[in-house]
């Protein structure tokens, strides 16, 4: 089982549509939870720590649920320019080196 | 400011050649993560330094792989004896400490393509 697993997609929405992603994470130990995205043929770019909290950035919304060991991004009003690939990632040792879900691929059209 | 820098963008490798990736970090920086990413997966974790020691290479899939980083600063990640499964996108991070919360920032990558 890998550490990181989330939905498999691809989604496909209309713009202006509201779409979730989903992920679980295997250690109990993970300290830092991320949503990073990537665009094709790019390098990964942090587009949200989460926190247990939730946090909210614009029309970006992450939540944390430590018991159940997932997290969840929420897109709403999807634009064009969010069509990416969508990676979890969390860091379960103080040193600091990241393990990334396979990636949820976000396609917006008009 | 400049951001972390990886070359060569691309390498096209015989099977059996040696190769080495550069990667020049974010100036200042103490962190230093080589990370491999295959095609459709999520990048792999390889190996992290702080400054000039290499605190875990646990990601390193074979002993053809080697990475260093002598002075602290630009690291080399060199493989040898290259094989068609070393195909990849090699990607190298960098961040200002070695704190869990701090943010990584990934170089553009390097393209690896095995024949």
Known sequence: RKEVEQDPGPFNVPEGATVAFNCTYSNSASQSFFWYRQDCRKEPKLLMSVYSSGNEDGRFTAQLNRASQYISLLIRDSKLSDSATYLCVVNARSQGNLIFGKGTKLSVKP | ?115
């Open chain 2, 1 to 115: 400011g400049a951001g972390v820098s990886q070359s060569p963008r691309y390498k096209v490798a015989k099977r059996g050649q040696d190769v080495a990736l550069r990667c020049d970090p974010i100036s200042g920086h103490v962190s230093l993560f080589w990370y491999q990413q295959a095609l459709g997966q999520g990048p792999e974790f390889l190996t992290y330094f702080q400054n000039e020691a290499q605190l875990d290479k646990s990601g390193l899939p074979s002993d053809r792989f080697f990475a260093e980083r002598p002075e602290g600063s630009v690291s080399t990640l060199k493989i040898q004896r290259t094989q068609q499964e070393d195909s990849a996108v090699y990607l190298c991070a960098s961040s200002l400490n070695n704190h869990f919360r701090e943010t990584q920032y990934f170089g553009p990558g390097t393209r690896l393509l095995v024949l």
